[in-house]
């Protein structure tokens, strides 16, 4: 069989490896052959691509040192970073807990939903970033730099391409060739500001006229921090040629630049050209979730699964929302819908004894809680299924097995601010007040959103007769959650309290 045909078929079926090793050895005879070159270029770009799209995680870097900020105090429901108040009129905090960055837990973890953004340099270091590591991401260059290192392992000698005796110039005018080595230095050298000359100098040759050049300018720019320059490129391009990725990659400009409403009007914009794409419906549905809009998201993951109804992340977003909307039967259709496509991990089995638990199907609420146990792949779930189980103990009227299963989780997770928190109230009923104090100081440093933490010592340092340490704990509960009831009742009964002094 011809080599180069073999390459081909290798590169086709995606087993890359294959594929460049033949290239190699159709280059070591002919050191000249274009198509030999282009088609290694392409294999090695594909082994290490990262899709672009998606908005991938803010880093340190990126969230603290960021001096492109606009506006210090936007306005209720138009920026990212103050989540603000639920304007959907979903499930409130006091049912449906919350992400560090202040916003509802969805179903389905993406990058950015465990985080957020922090106030201070200390909060940011103590965030953990992603869902599998309570290390923070030092930067989102870190993946890219990562990702750059494989390009010595290709070649013993050294790198495929040395890119700093390249003739850009001369390559830019060769249509066929210049696009492959563009990836190639993009993806696999992570040389940002090459590519960039690269892509400079061929939309020049291509009298700027070519719409792919200008998008990959963009996302040079995009990846530089430039996102002024970028919206510019991508706006053009979307000129010239209307593309979905295009719409995608502007909205993720918009959305680093704290810009969800115009995001929202390009998806918008862009359905009216490409009806019905799932991407540009999920993108939608993602920012209302940000913006704590739960029904409007909850109505855009509908249509996307009437496009598409495997997509898994609107399933398991809309059962997350009526699981927290106490409709456990309807979150526990979608759950076994999850289960029937293949998807088997800890985290849904965690989802399917909760639902079984509180819709009464007892029977199979242990046993889910047991395959989640067998299936979990790191400590941090573990701890989630202990902490699940405490509250089922609870609900059944266990007090000691209860006790037993939130010691579990902060046995797996010494991080785990809700088992804290849960482990305390037990003591308070035990009467072990000093205990509870301590539980309930630890949760609520290792968790500044949550308001339980708060209130509980509140509730607790009142009873005791500790005036003021109660009314500043619940002055912190009232900050993190306004619209709890019990706290400003607290609040208004210690306020009588010290007028009367």
Not at 14 to 33: G, H, P, S, W
Not at 252 to 269: C, E, G, N
Not at 276 to 291: K, N
Not at 367 to 378: C, D, I, P, W, Y
Request: hydrophobic residues 40%; aromatic residues 10%.
């Amino acid at each position: 069989m011809d080599p180069m045909f073999l390459a081909w078929s290798y590169f086709r079926r995606r087993k890359f490896q294959f594929c460049a090793d033949i290239c190699t050895q159709l280059l070591d005879e002919n050191a000249y052959d274009q198509a030999a070159w282009s088609l290694k270029t392409r294999a090695l770009t594909e082994m290490v691509y990262v899709d672009e799209v998606d908005v991938e995680q803010e880093g340190i870097a990126e969230v603290m040192l960021d001096d492109s900020a606009i506006a210090q105090i936007a306005r209720p429901g138009t920026s990212l970073k103050l989540p603000g108040v639920n304007q959907g009129g979903g499930p409130s905090l006091a049912v449906r807990p919350m992400s560090q960055s202040g916003r509802p837990i969805t179903g389905f973890v993406r990058p950015g939903t465990q985080s957020g953004r922090p106030g201070t340099m200390e909060q940011a270091i103590k965030t953990p970033r992603t869902a599998y590591t309570a290390q923070p991401v030092t930067s989102a260059s870190g993946r890219f730099v990562r990702l750059g290192t494989a390009s010595m392992l290709t070649n013993p000698d050294g790198p495929f391409i040395n890119i700093s005796r390249l003739n850009l110039a001369k390559y830019a005018g060769k249509a066929n060739l210049a696009k492959t080595l563009f990836e190639y230095i993009f993806h696999h050298e992570n040389d940002v500001k090459t590519a960039l000359d690269l892509a400079a100098l061929a939309t020049e040759q291509s009298q700027f006229k070519d719409w792919w050049w200008k998008v990959q300018i963009g996302k040079c720019y995009y990846r530089l921090g430039l996102y002024r320059e970028a919206e510019r490129q991508f706006k053009s391009a979307i000129k010239q040629q209307e593309m979905v990725d295009t719409i995608l990659y502007l909205a993720k400009v918009y959305i680093r630049l704290d810009q969800p409403l115009t995001a929202l009007s390009l998806f918008k914009h862009g359905l009216d050209r490409f009806p019905g794409e799932v991407t540009l419906l999920t993108g939608i549905a993602r920012i209302y979730d940000e913006m704590n809009n739960i029904d409007s998201a909850t109505e855009y993951y509908k249509e996307v699964l009437k496009q598409d109804n495997t997509n898994v992340e609107s399933i398991a977003c809309i059962g997350s929302n009526h699981f927290y909307s106490d409709q456990p039967e309807i979150a526990l259709r979608f759950y076994r819908r999850l289960l029937q496509m293949g998807v088997y991990n800890c985290q849904l089995f965690n989802n399917l004894g909760l639902c079984c638990f509180y819709a009464q199907q007892y029977d199979m609420t242990l046993s889910s809680f047991e395959r989640a146990l067998s299936l979990a792949v790191n400590d941090e779930e573990v701890a989630d299924v202990w902490y699940n189980l405490g509250h089922v103990a609870v609900g059944t009227g266990d007090i000691n097995l209860a006790h037993q299963c939130f010691k579990l989780a902060l046995a797996n997770n010494n991080n785990h601010a809700e088992a804290y928190n849960n482990l305390a109230v037990l003591e308070m009923r035990k009467g072990h007040h000093e205990q509870a104090r301590g539980l309930l100081q630890t949760a609520a440093a290792l968790a500044l959103h949550m308001y339980e933490p708060h209130y509980n010592f509140a509730a607790l340092s009142d009873k005791v007769g500790d005036l003021q340490s109660s009314y500043v704990a619940a002055q912190k509960s009232a900050t993190a959650f306004p619209e709890h009831v019990d706290t400003q009742q607290l609040i208004k009964e210690l306020q009588q309290h010290f007028a009367m002094l």
